[in-house]
């Protein structure tokens, strides 16, 4: 039988993979010998499995995560499968050079403060944008504001503005809540270059975060904003509030936004809070600090219908994730109608809310692990 089979050295040797990597993915099912020797436990491998092999490599090469690897090399020929695993990754990768090029932009900057302090002040930017868009993406993240005061960084909403786009974020770790606001006079792309566009971004505290949302109520249809230099200002109506930013830096929160969903689910808001405010909930150690709280599971069965799960384990085939019920009915839309897309990647994936039509707008939720038969 061996005259037909590749030792672990001529695949490791064939293939650009070294022996204990053959090892450690026959140990993990990635890539299992065809053969494993009863009496001297050598293993042989197929000449069919030096080209999994060398693709293996290569994934490998390229940060390739181990489920990933073997959702590749399992893929059904023909079905699209491994190329859809492999262009996600892409578009990760590229994000991660996008996050690495905007954070060596702000190091250079910091440098250049160290360096030349007394010339290197950092600049303000003042622009305008849309007041109700505003109004509307500070009600979409304020839930999401901490209160730990040992966390001060999170006592706030971070705006992000870059290229002629507004970001506004806010976490208290175990939620985060994003929304977005177009500059009108803004270029066709958030990251065109130029110097008139800038990066600049500053944490309004929650007092003047919510000053501002009491400004803008005024029903002006514009409103300007100035931030950087220690100062977050917002005008609008003939009526002005300022305060000073929070001196921190805020969390890196692109990272958390790279979601991979397994099922994406569309259905209205008010039919998901009736769910959850009827559904079956359970008291788990899970809250802010340890605390009890009530945990709402949602359970998608192999049809794609989302459901309340009951007590008890889930169906096979079916996905549960659980979450914190009050962080969740804060997530979703107080009154009307709006549609809602769940992204649900897996038991222990944060969930996403998005607003249909509004990708900008979307909600995470850190998941509630339930142990088995809870």
């Given at each position: 039988m061996?005259?037909?089979?590749?030792?672990?050295?001529?695949?490791?040797?064939?293939?650009?993979?070294?022996?204990?990597?053959l090892r450690f993915y026959d140990?993990?099912?990635?890539?299992?010998?065809?053969?494993?020797?009863?009496?001297?436990?050598?293993?042989?491998?197929?000449?069919?499995?030096?080209?999994?092999?060398?693709?293996?490599?290569?994934?490998?090469?390229?940060?390739?995560?181990?489920?990933?690897?073997?959702?590749?090399?399992?893929?059904?020929?023909?079905s699209g499968a491994a190329h859809r695993v492999v262009d996600a990754h892409l578009r990760r990768l590229e994000a991660g050079l996008a996050d690495?090029?905007?954070?060596?932009?702000?190091?250079?900057?910091?440098?250049?403060?160290?360096?030349?302090?007394?010339?290197?002040?950092?600049?303000?930017?003042?622009?305008?944008?849309?007041?109700?868009?505003?109004?509307?993406?500070?009600?979409?993240?304020?839930?999401?504001?901490g209160a730990d005061p040992e966390l001060p960084v999170l006592s706030g909403v971070l705006f992000d503005l870059e290229g002629g786009l507004l970001r506004l974020v806010a976490t208290d770790r175990y939620r985060m809540a994003l929304a977005e606001v177009r500059l009108p006079d803004a270029p066709d792309l958030p990251d065109a270059p130029g110097e008139g566009w800038a990066p600049v971004a500053a944490i309004a505290p929650t007092a003047l975060v919510d000053g501002i949302r009491a400004l803008l109520g005024s029903g002006a249809e514009e409103a300007e904003l100035t931030l950087g230099a220690g100062l977050v200002r917002a005008e609008t109506g003939g009526h002005r509030i300022e305060g000073a930013a929070l001196d921190h830096d805020f969390p890196d929160y692109r990272s958390l936004t790279r979601l991979d969903p397994v099922h994406r689910i569309d259905l209205a808001a008010a039919e998901l809070r009736d769910a959850v405010e009827s559904g079956a909930t359970r008291s788990l150690p899970s809250g802010p600090n340890g605390g009890v709280c009530e945990v709402t599971v949602l359970t998608v069965g192999r049809d794609g219908r989302l459901t309340v799960a009951a007590d008890g384990d889930p169906a096979p085939g079916d996905l549960r994730v659980a979450v914190n019920r009050d962080f969740l009915l804060d997530a979703l839309p107080a009154a009307g109608p709006e549609q809602l897309v769940l992204e649900l990647a897996g038991p222990i994936a944060p969930l996403a809310i998005r607003t249909a039509g509004r990708d900008g707008t979307f909600s995470i939720l850190m998941p509630v692990r339930v142990a088995d038969g809870v």
């Open positions: 061996e005259s037909d089979l590749r030792s672990i050295g001529e695949l490791a040797r064939d293939s650009g993979l070294g022996v204990s990597a140990g993990a099912d990635v890539l299992t010998p065809a053969w494993v020797d009863p009496q001297t436990g050598y293993r042989w491998y197929a000449p069919a499995q030096l080209a999994d092999a060398r693709l293996l490599c290569r994934l490998r090469r390229v940060g390739l995560p181990l489920a990933d690897i073997r959702a590749v090399l399992g893929a059904e020929a023909g690495a090029r905007r954070e060596l932009s702000l190091i250079r900057t910091l440098i250049d403060q160290r360096e030349n302090p007394m010339t290197a002040t950092p600049a303000a930017r003042t622009f305008t944008v849309p007041a109700r868009e505003l109004a509307e993406a500070l009600g979409a993240v304020r839930f999401a504001v």
